[in-house]
């Protein structure tokens, strides 16, 4: 069982829908989770961070987490065609005090005008 | 704040020789650093962990004589490759953790394209 699951999806949605990105996890005691967004050709950038059970929000992006289920996910509502990218979970690992992250392979989105 | 600058960018080298790659903290000071090698429509591989002042711990396979990886100062990494081959051709990204370590934000440079002709 690979640590940081995602589908790769490509997930295609029109513009101005919400597009639902999901992610699981092995490691039951991690603290730390991660949305990174990828551009082709780019290095990642930090879209959200969350730490405790729920949602947290900021401008377009929701993030969820349910640390029962070892489950979270991204909401990005009226998606864009810029949003469209390489979307990067990432896990902190507990038996790591440096920390280091485990990602998953990343949800191709694609946003059609 | 905690912009991680990476450089060079893009680096185009014959096969034998070895390659240097910077990555600098500019605004904070970072106690730890990763490096990673992306492939083509893959995911990020952790390659090594810098801590400053010691010895970098890399991940099962990275083979450590060839990826030599100092990390010398709170604001400086750097990864060379040596003796690169086609092979070695990749993506490299550097990432620092930043002041507040218990929030474990990496930020990341914006990579160096490797081509090893």
């Known amino acids: 069982q690979k640590e940081v699951e995602q589908n790769s999806g490509p997930l295609s949605v029109p513009e101005g829908a919400i597009a639902s990105l999901n992610c699981t996890y092995s490691?039951?005691?991690?603290?730390?989770f991660f949305w990174y967004r990828q551009y082709s050709g780019k290095s990642p950038e930090l879209i959200m961070s969350?730490?405790?059970?729920g949602d947290k929000e900021d401008g377009r992006f929701t993030a969820q987490l349910n640390k029962a289920s070892q489950y979270v996910s991204l909401l990005i509502r009226d998606s864009q065609p810029s949003d469209s990218a390489t979307y990067l979970c990432?896990?902190?690992?507990?038996?790591?005090?440096?920390?280091?992250?485990?990602f998953g392979q990343g949800t191709t989105l694609q946003v059609k005008p | 704040g905690a912009v991680v600058s990476q450089h060079p960018s893009r680096v185009i080298c014959k096969s034998g020789t070895s390659v240097k790659i910077e990555c600098r903290s500019l605004d904070f000071q970072a106690t730890t650093m990763f490096w990673y090698r992306q492939f083509p429509k893959q995911s990020l591989m952790l390659m090594a962990t810098s801590n400053e002042g010691s010895k970098a711990t890399y991940e099962q396979g990275v083979e450590k004589d060839k990826f030599l990886i100092n990390h010398a100062s709170l604001t400086l990494s750097t990864l060379t490759v040596t003796s690169a081959h086609p092979e070695d051709s990749s993506f490299y990204i550097c990432?620092?953790?930043?002041?507040?370590?218990?929030?474990?934000?990496?930020?990341f440079g914006a990579g160096t394209r490797l081509s090893v002709l």
């Open positions: 969350i730490y405790s059970n």
């Open positions: 990432s620092a953790i930043g002041t507040d370590l218990a929030k474990n934000i990496q930020y």
């Open positions: 490691d039951r005691g991690s603290q730390s």
């Open positions: 990432a896990v902190s690992l507990t038996s790591s005090n440096t920390g280091k992250l485990i």
